[in-house]
């Protein structure tokens, strides 16, 4: 059986000192790397936000406060800080991650109008971002997931997998919640339990 591990967004605007840093965030990074070291991995992929200037889940893009949410083209937006924008050492990976065996990287919310928490699609479910062609393609039927932030980007990827029909597994010491509320990465990891994804460590 074909594996791959899938890096969720371990990019500078998320880990400690970034516009929007997930508490802990720079804990995971070494164990990220360990698993890159101790396990054979058919493919490796990184997912990247990358944010267009003036991106519509940015508070200060809809004259809101960082925390309230809007509705946005359908769906509820929660209001982020600007974060992971195009070009910027905020999008960036962090300096410690290593890549040596990286294969592949899906950059996600793009497009101005919508938010892409999921490494495999935008939140209206509108357009793919190409990683589930690309898994397909290389035979993966299993996909071991880390990375940032377990109760958003983390979360959706994870409910994706087991959604496009892979064994899906969460490495729990390998991702932190943002916790905006504080039961939000318990409730994250219920939420994916429940949905089929098996959650290691």
Same mark, same amino acid.
Request: hydrophobic share 35%.
């Given at each position: 059986? $074909?594996?791959?591990l899938?890096? @969720?967004?371990?990019?500078?605007?998320?880990?400690?000192?970034?516009?929007?840093?997930?508490?802990?965030?720079?804990?995971? %990074?070494?164990?990220?790397?360990?698993?890159? &070291? &101790?396990?054979?991995?058919?493919?490796?992929?990184?997912?990247?936000?990358?944010?267009?200037?003036?991106?519509?889940?940015?508070?200060?893009s809809?004259?809101?406060?960082? =925390?309230?949410?809007?509705?946005?083209?359908?769906?509820?937006?929660?209001?982020?800080?600007?974060?992971?924008?195009?070009?910027?050492?905020?999008?960036? /990976?962090? $300096?410690?991650?290593?890549?040596? $065996?990286?294969?592949?990287?899906?950059?996600?919310?793009?497009?101005?109008?919508?938010?892409?928490?999921?490494?495999?699609?935008?939140?209206?479910?509108?357009? $793919?971002?190409?990683?589930?062609? /690309?898994l397909?393609?290389?035979?993966?039927?299993?996909?071991?997931?880390? =990375?940032?932030?377990?109760?958003?980007?983390?979360?959706?990827?994870?409910?994706?997998? @087991?959604?496009?029909?892979? %064994?899906?597994?969460?490495?729990?010491?390998?991702?932190?919640?943002?916790?905006?509320?504080?039961?939000?990465?318990?409730?994250?990891?219920?939420?994916?339990i &429940?949905?089929?994804?098996?959650?290691?460590?």
């Amino acid at each position: 059986m $074909k594996k791959a591990l899938i890096i @969720v967004d371990v990019q500078n605007d998320f880990c400690e000192g970034g516009a929007l840093a997930v508490p802990g965030s720079n804990e995971i %990074i070494p164990y990220i790397n360990l698993l890159m &070291e &101790e396990n054979e991995y058919d493919q490796i992929v990184l997912t990247q936000d990358w944010h267009p200037v003036g991106h519509k889940s940015f508070a200060s893009s809809n004259g809101r406060n960082v =925390g309230e949410s809007i509705i946005l083209n359908g769906v509820p937006q929660f209001m982020w800080p600007d974060h992971c924008i195009q070009g910027t050492f905020g999008a960036e /990976f962090h $300096k410690d991650l290593n890549r040596d $065996k990286v294969t592949h990287v899906i950059q996600k919310g793009k497009n101005l109008e919508i938010d892409s928490y999921s490494g495999f699609q935008d939140n209206n479910h509108f357009m $793919k971002t190409g990683l589930d062609d /690309f898994l397909k393609y290389h035979d993966i039927q299993l996909v071991e997931i880390a =990375g940032l932030a377990m109760d958003y980007c983390v979360k959706f990827t994870a409910q994706d997998a @087991v959604s496009n029909g892979y %064994i899906t597994c969460l490495h729990f010491n390998g991702t932190r919640a943002v916790n905006v509320k504080p039961d939000n990465g318990r409730d994250a990891i219920y939420e994916m339990i &429940e949905k089929g994804v098996t959650v290691l460590g």
